[in-house]
């Protein structure tokens, strides 16, 4: 079968390193916030950031083989877009049923 070009961005090892650092401290956050609808809305966010991490671990960049128009990407940015949508629909509904705890001092 014939395939189209993989488009790659190219990432350093500081870059990786990074997102390893941010998809733990995201995590963590997810886990002490204890909302499972915030929870479930992040999951592909750090299932797509921890792909595109494994990518670079396997290749020298994150291959992105999907192109439309002149945007290439993978299924793991799909992903996390879709995770950061559903998450700014969660935040929002545990905002507004958790409005009295917005005004708690920190």
């Known amino acids: 079968a014939a395939t189209g070009p993989v ?3 190219e990432r350093s ?3 990786a390193f990074g997102i390893v650092l941010v998809c733990l401290a995201w995590a963590g956050g997810i886990v002490l916030l204890g909302s499972p ?9 750090v299932g797509g950031a921890v792909g595109n991490g494994l990518s670079l671990a396997i290749w020298p960049g994150v291959p992105n083989p999907i192109l439309v ?4 990407f993978n299924i793991a940015d799909v992903a996390v877009a879709v995770g950061l949508a559903l998450l ?3 935040t929002v509904a545990f905002g507004v049923r958790n409005r009295a705890r ?5």
Do not use: D, K, M
Request: proline share 7%; no cysteine; aromatic share 14%.
């Open 7 to 9: 488009f790659v961005h």
């Open 13 to 15: 090892a500081f870059y």
């Open 37 to 45: 609808s915030i929870a479930l809305a992040a999951g592909p966010v």
């Open 69 to 72: 128009s002149s945007i290439a």
């Open 88 to 90: 700014l629909l969660t």
């Open 102 to 106: 917005l005004f708690e001092p920190i």
